[in-house]
């Protein structure tokens, strides 16, 4: 089960920061809460991604992707076991073969997947993180162009969030150093924890190029 919207929520002067709110503002804060977030959309909507799953018999694009991986994997499993490398040049591929297999097998199995968003590290559902994978992969193709670039604008927005906020922690930083923050916050050292990837919304967008496969290894 996923941890409630304001489980993580910081406290503003050592409550809750709903506390600070009257009335009339409260009001509209919780009917926004209650309706779905844009990213509650974004999952519903790559979740629906055609050509996802096996379809009259055909299979659908994770299943290629899957044995693809499996292929790709297996090439580079060859390259660290090449008798005419040496000890250092195997080693080095060995642990890079490990590292590549690890983490593919956190997307292919839908366990990890789960066990990641459990731990805040994923936000989106495993099949709509097949869906995005699909439109990365295929973002040339005209049915994907649009998609991908809805992926991107999504991206910025974060990016742009993480901008605005590391500047706002520099000037912070210049104006009160370590002094304590309005709020009851720790002030910069604070601030500089909101530039982490806990506080991206579309954080899985930002991961998808982990488990690129080389354009020779795409599934048709």
């Known amino acids: 089960m996923r941890e409630s919207k304001n489980a993580q929520a910081p406290k503003y002067n050592a409550q809750h920061y709903k506390n600070v709110f009257c009335d009339g503002d409260l009001k509209a804060l919780n009917q926004t809460e209650d309706e779905k977030s844009l990213l509650t959309l974004i999952e519903s909507w790559l979740e629906r991604t055609p050509g996802l799953k096996s379809t009259s018999g055909d299979e659908g694009f994770w299943d290629k992707y899957e044995k693809s991986v499996k292929r790709y ?3 580079l499993a060859k390259q660290a076991e090449d008798p005419s490398n040496s000890e250092d040049i195997a ?92 709020g009851g916050s720790s002030g910069y050292m604070y601030l500089r924890s909101t530039v982490s990837d806990r506080y991206k919304v579309f954080l899985d967008l930002f991961n998808l190029s982990t488990w690129l496969i080389p354009r020779e290894y795409i599934p048709s």
């Open 91 to 182: 080693k080095q591929l060995l642990a890079e073969y490990h590292k590549t297999s690890d983490a593919f097998q956190s997307i292919l199995d839908p366990r990890q997947h789960e066990q990641h968003i459990r731990n805040g590290n994923r936000l989106l559902s495993h099949d709509a993180t097949k869906g995005a994978m699909m439109i990365y992969f295929y973002r040339d193709m005209p049915r994907f162009s649009q998609p991908y670039q809805l992926l991107t604008f999504l991206m910025d927005i974060d990016s742009l969030f993480t901008k605005w906020r590391y500047n706002h922690v520099l000037l912070v930083q210049r104006m009160l150093g370590a002094k304590q923050g309005t």
């Open 73 to 75: 994997l297996s090439d």
